[in-house]
């Protein structure tokens, strides 16, 4: 007799982010305890792994290992066990999991939304050819490019890694003698970051904001406007507050801006980060990610606004209509409720030897986070450079900025730092 009610076959899923702190395979499995999950990482990602035997295979592949290497490992996986879905949560290898997912015929992001969005310059060319945003931008091969670049576009620029994250190898060149330790910057080796040379852009005076935004079958739906704050020279991110104070007009403006930007590099899926400047001309936008904010902006958003953005995630890669259920959230009665966050970034390097006048971690009030542990170097790039942050909530964005700025400033550190023997004439 045949079977009436056959149970559905557990989807196979070729996993390119995993990690301890958002276990992206948990998080699947509590929608689906029978699912099955393949992974291929790069080698230093091996130690994130968490759960190992709940995995079918694990494939580290070198970060320099070309796609090709890549696609035909996956095709051995998938003759294993056909792949029916491909996830890829945050950033690192977009780009591969793209072209698998071209090469077996699942749906991912394709492979030149996520070539546009992780390559800066191809992005800035495709948003002037669609109409929607003319900032000037070009490739640096060396310094006298920057001083081309500076003589056409104007001073200040900033000069940036075509493909980065994390404010890793960001400049603002504000004269020509500043130009040949820019490229220098731009042009180093960054942790996760293929070197794929150096980039000139125009710099927009104004304020900074952040769009967050979730997308479905390329509908676009902004979860919330963020106002950024940043270090003028090196442009590290110090601070966030959100939902941003805004005119009606102004945040309809940043919006829009950010949706046109995602409909011309073709994006139809998931979460987006999407970073503007707010000029006299109009918002210009700065760069997107298919991903959601870093420096625990997903998780303001979730606070302020209601919307769990990473359990959104998870519920689309695993087939799930999402923005209905969005939408109720965001049209929710609540009471208003603004999110904040700030950064310590002392601008020096040197061992993290522990918190001043004798307070430990434990002390610290909850929403106070160090970065650091005891014998950690403090980088002093990018990022990286921050020691702690600090979270705040009030019910206007005034006051919770001024909460966290405030619960920052009240940090002191101690570190060890040794100088370097000095020459001698």
Known sequence: MAD????????????????PRLDYAARLRTLDESVRISVICRPEHLARITECGDYLRVLAVR?????????????????????????????????????????????????????????????????????VDDTKAGRAYNEADLLAFGDEAGYPFIVKPTAGTASFGVTVVRSPKEAAAAYRTAAGDFPGIARLGVLAEQYHEGPQYSVEAFSEAAEHVVLAVTRKYSDPVNMVELGHVLPAPLDADVKEAIEDHARRV?????????????????????????????????????NLVKDAVGVDMIDFQTRQAFGEKVLPDIRA??????????????????????????????????????GVTVLLAPGEELSGQGSFARIARARASAPDAGQALARARENAAGLSFLFRVTSPEPGTV
């Open 4 to 19: 009436l009610d056959p149970k559905r076959t557990p989807d196979h899923y070729l996993m390119f982010a995993i990690g």
């Open 63 to 131: 970060q320099d290992a070309p796609v090709e290497e890549v696609v035909a490992l996956a095709r051995a996986v998938h003759a294993l066990e056909p792949v029916t879905r491909i996830t890829t949560f945050w950033e690192h290898d977009q780009d591969r999991a793209a072209a698998v997912g071209e090469a077996l015929g699942v749906a991912t992001h394709s492979s030149e939304t996520v070539r546009l969005v992780q390559d800066k310059h191809a992005m800035r060319e495709r948003l002037r050819e669609a109409g």
């Open 262 to 298: 995602l409909d011309a590099l073709g994006v139809e899926f998931g979460p987006t980060h999407t970073e503007v400047v707010l000029t006299a001309d109009g918002p210009r936008v700065i760069e997107t990610h298919l991903r959601v904010g870093g420096d625990e902006i997903f």
């Open 329 to 366: 959230v965001l049209e929710a009665d609540g009471e208003p409720r603004c999110e904040a966050i700030w950064y310590t970034a002392p601008g020096a390097s040197g061992t993290y030897v522990g918190l001043a006048d004798g307070v430990e971690a434990d002390d610290l009030d909850p």
